[in-house]
């Protein structure tokens, strides 16, 4: 803290800041901690006292085989979602960097557009369309739902990460004897690897935890947020606690990552001066 | 060097939709010459070197190496390594990666890389920074890495686009030692492009002046500084005084010129326009005098009223104005103007021989 001593800052308002802060992190992470202290209490109900420590709940998960087959949906849909947008937000954003061409604002405007519809609407589209086309009802079709919705997110981060690249980076590889592929593969993807990197754990992050269209179109391959629901519908259990603190999680974990990556820390990416 | 050509353009021409960037470009790049492209920004010296690198594509017109049409060749076929402005050094690999770079692409085995990467490393005097990222490097170091990153494919010819434009006044001056030196050693054809002055003409055999998409002259140093070839030639090197006037007398003995300062004359030999037609005298400030008594005998001489004073180092710079209003200045040593009265709004004569100087044509 010498920013703030050097500036001979009034004391108590600094005090007043952190505070302020503590309790705004507590309004957000509160119910998270909740679900998370829960999960390992013995009592049925979610009370005050606590019951003793009991990993009950987590043994009850592992034993249900409908669980398994949730996080094993979830996981597969999340990873091939996480490489599939990944994939095609990387094209977007080099096409965007790359060429100048006519109605480039709309094509822009439109790939950014699918995380602003509410995902009720995308939801309902989506199963209307894909039951349309016989995709219903099958991880396939969660996977194509979740990446309209999680490509967009992928694209805007690569696309910041080719903004502060030397626009005489690439040419600078043409001219040293690299065709388009091979300054592709040794000059732009390893530029942008952290940004690329980052997008895959956050589009992983989000199919993990997206619900709405997956309850839509996913029929019996639920995921694990729409299992959730199913638990919740049936009996209040704390078997919920215990699959939201390995959710979040693992959410957590992936958007940590990708933080980690974006900010530059433990690459080799030159700060630009 | 010698006097055969490596490049040629043959009426280039460059357009981006409407606007013309280069115009009608013929001139030759000889084997082994240190050739700069000097002029303003927009006068299209850095499409002719993109063109040449193969990074723009010509409208019109073929531009040939070795005698062969490139035009058609991508940049990646032809060997002809940039050195950039902004040097575009790749941040994700460390000095070393850097300059073999070039021979990855080409598919030179590991071990060769690393040798005659190696030689540039040495070469270049940045060895011991060879396993150290780019951003850990100082601006001169950077520098030597991106020379050494085109040279270490031995190319025949290297371009260099504002190369030191970045670098403090000191090492700009080491830079361009460096650069000379190693040009002369390893007799590779270099065409730099600059937009200062003192760069070209310390470095070039031969300086190309461009405006406005056109060439205005090309030539050596001393040719340009000496005898420019255009009246925007001498404008844009700001080192002669100029009067435009009428040609009053043109015979093998010299010209006289009727001009708003005066009559006149030059007997240097040179062009000799016709009787009628308007035409520009350009003396150096260099070879400009000054007195307070007009000059005796034959000489040109203007009645100049002093306007100020600037200090340049070993010279000083005095500038003048004429009755009316035209600026004059004249460049002398310390020593030279000591006897002189200098005082702001104080009359002078300013006078030159009248074997001094140059005619250019006026439009």
């Known amino acids: ?273 | 060097m010698s006097r055969e050509p490596l490049v040629s353009f043959e009426g280039v021409e460059k357009r981006f939709g409407d606007f013309v960037a280069v115009q009608k470009l013929d001139f030759e790049i000889r084997k082994g010459e240190f050739l700069a492209i000097m002029g303003s920004s927009g006068c299209g010296k850095t499409t002719t070197l993109r063109m040449l690198a193969g990074l723009d594509a010509p409208t019109e017109g073929v531009i040939r190496l070795s005698g062969r049409p490139i035009n058609d060749l991508p940049t990646w076929s032809r060997d002809t390594p940039m050195v950039w402005q902004s040097l575009a050094l790749f941040p994700f690999l460390n000095v070393r990666e850097n300059v073999e770079f070039a021979l990855k692409m080409r598919g030179v085995d590991k071990a060769e890389r690393r040798r005659r990467a190696g030689q540039w490393l040495d070469r270049m005097q940045i060895a011991e920074f060879a396993e150290r990222n780019i951003s850990q490097l100082s601006g001169g170091q950077r520098q030597r890495v991106a020379l050494a990153r085109s040279l270490v494919v031995e190319p025949e010819i290297l371009l260099l686009d504002e190369p030191l434009s970045a670098l403090d006044a000191a090492l700009k001056v080491r830079m361009q030692s460096v650069l000379k030196n190693l040009q002369r050693e390893t007799g590779i054809t270099f065409v730099y492009v600059t937009h200062s002055q003192s760069e070209a003409f310390s470095m070039a055999d031969r300086v190309v002046i461009m405006s406005r998409g056109r060439i205005e002259q090309i030539g050596t140093p001393q040719e340009i500084y000496r005898t420019p070839g255009t009246r925007f030639v001498a404008e844009f090197l700001g080192s002669s005084n100029i009067f435009t006037g009428t040609v009053a007398a043109s015979g093998a003995d010299g010209v006289v010129l009727d001009t708003a300062q005066g009559r006149l004359r030059l007997t240097a030999a040179g062009t000799r326009p016709a009787v009628g037609t308007r035409a520009a005298l350009t003396v150096l400030d260099t070879k400009t005098s000054l007195s307070v008594d007009p000059p005796a005998g034959e000489a040109n001489a203007v009645a100049v009223r002093m306007i100020g004073e600037e200090f340049v180092g070993a010279t000083a710079t005095i500038y003048l104005e004429t009755a009316d209003g035209k600026e004059i200045k004249v460049q002398k040593s310390h020593d030279e103007l000591a006897g002189l009265p200098l005082a702001i709004g104080r009359s002078f004569h300013a006078w030159w021989g009248t074997s001094e100087g140059h005619l250019v044509a006026e439009a």
């Open chain 1, 1 to 273: 803290m010498n920013g703030a001593a050097a500036m001979n800052r009034n004391r108590a308002v600094d005090w007043a800041l952190m505070a302020y802060i503590v309790l705004a992190y507590a309004f957000v992470f509160a119910p998270i901690a909740a679900s998370f202290v829960f999960s390992f209490n013995s009592d049925r109900f979610p009370s005050i006292p606590l019951g003793r420590f009991s990993l009950e709940w987590y043994r009850a998960v592992a034993a249900d085989p409908l669980v398994w087959q949730g996080a094993r949906n979830t996981l597969i849909v999340g990873v091939v979602v996480g490489v599939v947008s990944t994939a095609l937000g990387f094209g977007a954003a080099y096409t965007d960097y790359r060429y100048r061409f006519a109605g480039k604002q709309v094509y822009l405007a439109l790939a950014l557009l699918p995380p602003t519809i509410p995902v009720i609407i995308l939801g309902l589209a989506m199963l209307a369309f894909l039951s349309r086309i016989n995709l219903s009802g099958n991880a396939l079709s969660v996977i194509i739902a979740h990446v309209v919705l999680c490509a967009p997110f992928a694209m805007a981060i690569i696309r910041l990460r080719l903004s502060q690249m030397d626009p005489s980076l690439e040419p600078a590889a043409w001219n040293l004897g690299a065709s388009e592929w091979m300054a592709m593969r040794h000059v732009i993807i390893p530029f942008c690897a952290p940004a690329i990197l980052g997008a895959l754990f956050i589009t992983m992050a989000v199919s993990f935890d997206e619900f709405a269209v997956a309850w839509f179109v996913s029929g019996l391959n639920e995921t694990l947020p729409v299992k959730v629901l199913g638990f919740l519908q049936g009996q209040v259990s704390p078997r919920i606690n215990a699959i939201g603190t390995f959710v979040f999680i693992l959410s957590m974990a992936l958007v940590i990552l990708a933080q980690l990556l974006l900010s530059g820390r433990g690459t080799r990416t030159a700060a630009r001066e």
